[in-house]
T-cell receptor
Framework: GAVVSQHPSWVICKSGTSVKIECRSL??????MFWYRQFPKQSLMLMAT?????????EQGVEKDKFLINHASLTLSTLTVTSAHPEDSSFYIC?????????????FGPGTRLTVT | KNQVEQSPQSLIILEGKNCTLQ??????????LRWYKQDTGRGPVSLTI?????NTKSNGRYTATLDADTKQSSLHITASQLSDSASYIC????????????FGQGTRLTINP
């Protein structure tokens, strides 16, 4: 149980285009999902917290107009990188917290490798 | 200063040997501490979860310890296998703002045959 999937697993796009990454909780409902980015040899950095049916909460320094987050259902959150630039190339990981889980366990997806050329 | 510090940054050992990874934290108060394994190009996978009142937790060849007095945790890997090559991340969950995990920088472990 507690499986989180991401799609695509890797994507290459041209500078200036937009790319959408999906995060799904496959066997549980998740009111809250989280988006992280990870640069090589560094740990995960929280970008934003995605709440079903409401606006995402972005961490300081993360441009909300560039990284659009939509959490339209209890099992799906999407991250859209708009007008992508080479510096947006990174490993993007989502996680999901099961509803009413008192341990606040976050289950991580397998990640999406984004390369902007 | 990072609230969760891990050491060493990287470690290379021979297959079959044991090793211990360290995690020092300043996050306080905290509800639980977790160790994750992250294979290259994959998302983190939970190995152990310990509440602040627990001292040790095992998961197969992985044994985590926690000393809340000294604010230290360790992850001991027994009889290492090639598949243990990965990054190991120590994560602390604060009591306040529990949704914002505090990550260590990770230890990159390489197992050589």
């Amino acid at each position: 149980g507690a499986v989180v999937s991401q799609h695509p697993s890797w994507v290459i796009c041209k500078s200036g285009t937009s790319v959408k990454i999906e995060c799904r909780s496959l066997d549980f409902q998740a009111t809250t999902m989280f988006w992280y980015r990870q640069f090589p040899k560094q740990s995960l950095m929280l970008m934003a917290t995605s709440n079903e049916g409401s606006k995402a909460t972005y961490e300081q320094g993360v441009e909300k107009d560039k990284f659009l987050i939509n959490h339209a259902s209890l099992t799906l959150s999407t991250l859209t990188v708009t007008s992508a630039h080479p510096e947006d190339s990174s490993f993007y990981i989502c996680s999901a917290r099961a509803n009413r889980d008192p341990t606040y366990e976050q289950y991580f997806g397998p990640g999406t490798r984004l390369t902007v050329t | 200063k990072n609230q969760v510090e891990q050491s060493p940054q990287s470690l290379i050992i021979l297959e079959g040997k044991n090793c211990t990874l360290q995690c020092n934290y300043t996050v306080s108060p905290f509800s639980n501490l977790r160790w994750y394994k992250q294979d290259t190009g994959r998302g983190p996978v939970s190995l152990t979860i310990m509440t602040f009142s627990e001292n040790t937790k095992s998961n197969g060849r992985y044994t985590a310890t926690l000393d809340a007095d000294t604010k230290q945790s360790s992850l001991h890997i027994t009889a290492s296998q090639l598949s243990d090559s990965a990054s190991y991340i120590c994560v602390v969950i604060p009591v306040f703002r529990a949704q914002k995990l505090v990550f260590g920088q990770g230890t990159r472990l390489t197992i050589n045959p």
